[in-house]
């Protein structure tokens, strides 16, 4: 399922232009279709080449693979990721019967933000669930950041702590492989076809 694609008309449709004399302001539009095409470049330029062979392999006349991915996920993940655009808290957790038991006083990003990828990292079960998972999330102003997110369970109930690792910027700033990435994806572009939340752990 490494390099599984889905398939996508390409077109520049939905694209919002900036302003004549002057550059989008993020802060006032918030994440637009565009914006989101030019962010996922500039995250899968951070991966190695080998990621996108199969589809230089099919491109075949020396377009750039990454711009035809990030064309290609930024219209289908757009309504989704725009949707789910939230104020992200520090800690979160209900009682197992959907309530919040708890105040959430705390924003852990100063943008509304929207999680695109996650993996597990560890996973211990006994009387409880410990679960450490990596997670990428994207805020509205265009930046990526690598989370942490430390979770317990019992009896139905979860308590979670999130805090950020860093900023995306550099290879060895991102959390999970493109392999994960991808699948992520891949969830979010099927469950919005089928008309329910995707699963991301």
Known sequence: MKHKKVAAALSAAGKRKPKKGREPDLQEEGLTE???????????????????????????NGSDPREYEAENYSSQLFPYIKRNMKDVMMMEGDDGTG?????????????PACKIGCE????FSDNFVLCLQSEMWILENGEFASVYCVSIGKDGGRLSYRFVDTCIKNPGDIPICFEDLESGFAEIIEAEKEGREPYLP
């Open 34 to 60: 565009g914006k989101l095409r030019e962010c996922l470049l500039r995250l899968f330029r951070l991966y190695e080449d080998s990621e996108f062979d199969d589809s230089a392999e099919f491109l075949g």
């Open 99 to 111: 309530k919040e038991p708890f105040a959430m006083t705390d924003v852990l990003f100063c943008y």
């Open 120 to 123: 597990i990292r560890e996973l």
